[in-house]
């Protein structure tokens, strides 16, 4: 049983969550490239992540999440950006997620705390997975380049 109720909290917050996970990411001096990705295209994929975790989390398959995210980095690869700056950017997008859910954390029986663990393991295997093929993507786009 998943905290379904967190995953509809997410949701129903996702432009809040992307629009501040946006200014975060252009505070940080250390991502080299990231200026390479149009602005609007960022905040779409991060609050595609937000706003449609519970189908990320129940619906869709692993086959799904590999070609979305390698698709996604061999587009970074492309644009220029260092495959360092696409991972860090994805740790933010999950970071800025476990600090929301950090915060709204109120589970008051065993069940419900359950839940929220279950939550959070999916949370953390999705991104796992995420930044694989992200990385998978990002290397297959520059042997391509190179060949």
């Known amino acids: 049983m998943i905290a379904l109720r967190l995953v509809r909290l997410i949701e129903k917050h996702s432009e809040e969550l ?18 390479r990705i149009p602005p609007e295209e960022l905040l779409l994929r991060v609050h595609e992540v937000y706003r449609n975790l519970g189908d990320w ?13 390698a698709e996604i980095g061999a587009r970074r690869a492309r644009q220029g950006v260092p495959l360092s700056t696409v991972l860090a950017a994805m740790s933010e997008v999950k970071d ?10 109120v ?11 279950e939550l959070l393991e999916r949370v953390d295997r999705f991104f ?16 391509e380049h190179a060949a």
């Open 18 to 35: 992307s629009r501040g996970l946006m200014q975060r990411l252009t505070r940080r001096k250390d991502l080299d490239g990231l200026e």
């Open 128 to 143: 796992d997975l995420a930044v694989f093929h992200a990385a998978r993507g990002y290397e297959l786009a520059l042997r």
């Open 107 to 117: 589970a008051d029986t065993p069940l419900e705390i359950y839940g929220e663990l």
């Open 96 to 105: 800025r997620l476990w600090q929301f859910l950090k915060a709204e954390q």
């Open 57 to 69: 989390l129940l619906e869709r398959s692993v086959a799904d999440v590999a070609g979305r995210y």
